[in-house]
């Protein structure tokens, strides 16, 4: 299983089947402080974290992937990458690719997680 992070602005990749967008979770980006910082650093990580859509969203997000992406099949037949959308592709869609990632981990293998728009 591979886990995407992009931004819509910079356009949806062609081979994908599904997304979670999230641009309904607050946007670090107009935190000041959190704008310019790393995208995987620890305050943006905390900043999200410590709102209850984020953490509503995640388990949604992380049923999601159990209910519908069964870690057998994962292991049958290559499936399209699971990307997680915001508006630019830096803080909260990194978040949750990063987060659903450690979650996964172990259980769907292999697991990638990749950033587009952090070019990583």
Request: proline share 9%; net charge neutral; glycine share 8%.
């Amino acid at each position: 299983m591979q886990l995407l992070s992009f931004g819509y602005k910079n356009g949806t990749p062609a081979s994908v089947d599904f997304m979670f967008d999230a641009r309904c979770l607050p946007n670090p980006h107009w935190v000041s402080e959190l704008r310019r910082p790393q995208r995987r650093d620890a305050p943006v990580a905390a900043f999200l974290e410590g709102t209850p859509e984020t953490q509503e969203w995640f388990a949604m997000c992380a049923t999601t992937c159990a209910a519908g992406y069964p870690a057998s099949a994962c292991r049958i037949a290559p499936i399209s990458p699971l990307p997680s959308a915001c508006t630019g592709g830096q803080h909260r869609s990194v978040y949750l690719v990063e987060r659903l990632g450690r979650e996964l981990r172990g259980e769907f293998e292999p697991l990638s997680v990749k950033h587009r728009d952090l070019g990583i």
